[in-house]
């Protein structure tokens, strides 16, 4: 999908009389290690950035390209993070929304409406709406897609060298063999969300 209709859902909402919309996704809500990220961004309306997508479909490359070219361009932008003790104590979509939250929180009330990546929403204190895929849809979701992105595998980059042995820098935290191979062989480190690994021990 090409940038220019990615602009067509902000369009709607535009059109209804809201003239600052920002675009919220998170990153590492699936992984067994480390905090999940989320991102919010309010870019110039019909900002054009070649390339912009959702992350997930980009290179580390041109995510990391984009990161800052977003950064600077922005309207406004906030980063926030849900720590894995918190995700343990209340459970990934809650932390999910707690980073969402303080990555609007840091816009300082500049957004009219929020566009929530997926089709689960909270009470963020202005109006919201969720978009399935909105990352491939929404400009300002894929440019928050990628910010909290690249912020949570420069994080899990700095875990890699704190926890050695774990992969980290490999596979920023998520369950592939070599993760689970880990560890069996060093069990877990103060960063592992031991609420995703209740079953992998249950079945030692």
Known sequence: MSEITMWEIEDEWFDKGYTAICGVDEAGRGPLAGPVCAAAVILPKHFHLPGLNDSKKLSDK???ELFPLIQAQAVAYGIGLASHQEIDEINILQATFL???RALAQLEGKADLALIDGNRETD????VRTVVRGDSLSANIAAASVLAKVTRDNIMLEMAEKYPGYGFEIH???GTSAHYDALRQLGPCEIHRM???KKFYGNQ
């Open 195 to 197: 609420t995703f690994l």
């Open 99 to 101: 980073a969402m939250k």
């Open 62 to 64: 041109k995510r990391r």
């Open 172 to 174: 920023k935290g998520y």
């Open 124 to 127: 963020f204190g202005l109006p």
